[in-house]
């Protein structure tokens, strides 16, 4: 009977039954990912937000605005393939605007639906082109309450990721160049600067590698990207590698962020070994959204093929 209840999914308590939770994601190492736990408090202030926005969907359901925030909202709550599911809905209603494949390309990133991914972010970039950019609002905005992205920063530095997790560093790299291109701001210049830099050391060019390091300087003004700043600073050779993995080491976000820079600095000067601790380090971390879990499965998975 037991057998029973754990292959159908049931566990029963005190005489009811209760499905056991779906995982949101399968890893690409092939762990399934389920939604991740949240402090009380957080997610208090999370299902206000998604509240919120479901009230403003349900009296507008074919409103543009009110379809992508109800998707992001969902997704902030680790409730991603609803998210999808409802980006979908927008596609459907809104096959032209690119606002749409853009986020549901992040969510399919989230997922590790690659091809997905690159499919939506490659519609929204043809949907954009040579249109105006614009500030894309924030879900969950810095100290300053200042946006730093634009709909076409995001969407390129999305498309580029999702090359890049795949390890196509070859489409990765236009792709990166472009998401700088459009850059007007220094946190997202050291964003996109940082993964631009990483895949030209993956494709061995290291001289271009160096140059796109020059427009980068300590007294930058950065009001969120503080992680991909002092990355690039440590390429520089300004920030040593292992202070950068000093800081908040028991912090899931801050490991995902800083390790997987720190571990690619190993990997491509010589140091495997120590590269791969730091992968398998990060994926210890319940962060599993985060781009830099992320791409350290993606390294893990690419061993083991």
Avoid at 136 to 156: F, M, V
Avoid at 291 to 301: K, M, V
């Amino acid at each position: 009977m037991m057998r029973w209840l754990a292959a159908t999914g049931m566990i029963v308590l005190g005489g009811c039954a209760a499905a056991a939770p779906e995982p949101e994601a399968q890893s690409l190492t092939g762990t399934p990912l389920y939604a991740p736990e949240l402090e009380p408090e957080t997610r208090a202030r999370l299902e206000a937000d998604l509240a919120r926005a479901q009230a403003a969907y349900d009296a507008a359901p074919e409103n543009a605005d009110s379809i992508i925030w109800l998707g992001r909202r969902l997704a902030y709550l680790g409730r991603y393939r609803d998210a999808i599911e409802v980006f979908s809905r927008g596609v459907a209603l809104h096959p032209d605007d690119a606002r749409m494949y853009r986020h549901r390309g992040h969510r399919y990133i989230t997922v590790r639906k690659l091809n997905d991914a690159i499919r939506d972010l490659e519609r929204a970039a043809e949907l954009t082109r040579n249109l105006p950019d614009e500030v894309e609002p924030d879900g969950a905005p810095n100290r300053y309450n200042i946006p730093t992205s634009t709909l076409q920063s995001n969407i390129w530095y999305h498309l580029a990721l999702a090359h890049y997790l795949k390890h196509d560093f070859e489409r990765a790299l236009p792709a990166w160049q472009q998401a700088v291109a459009v850059s007007t701001n220094d946190d997202m210049l050291v964003a996109s600067t940082d993964w631009l830099y990483m895949t030209l050391r993956r494709l061995g060019r290291e001289a271009e590698a160096a140059a796109v390091l020059e427009p980068i300087t300590p007294d930058m003004r950065i009001l969120e990207n503080d992680a991909y700043h002092r990355r690039l600073l440590m390429y520089k050779g300004l920030v040593p590698a292992e202070e950068l993995l000093a800081v908040d080491t028991d912090d899931a976000v801050q490991l995902a962020t800083y390790g997987y820079g720190v571990a690619n600095w190993y990997l491509y000067n010589g140091d495997a070994e120590r590269a791969q601790q730091i992968f398998e380090r990060i994926l210890t971390g319940p962060n599993w959204a985060a781009f830099g879990y992320i791409a350290a499965e993606a390294e893990l998975a690419s061993a083991h093929r």
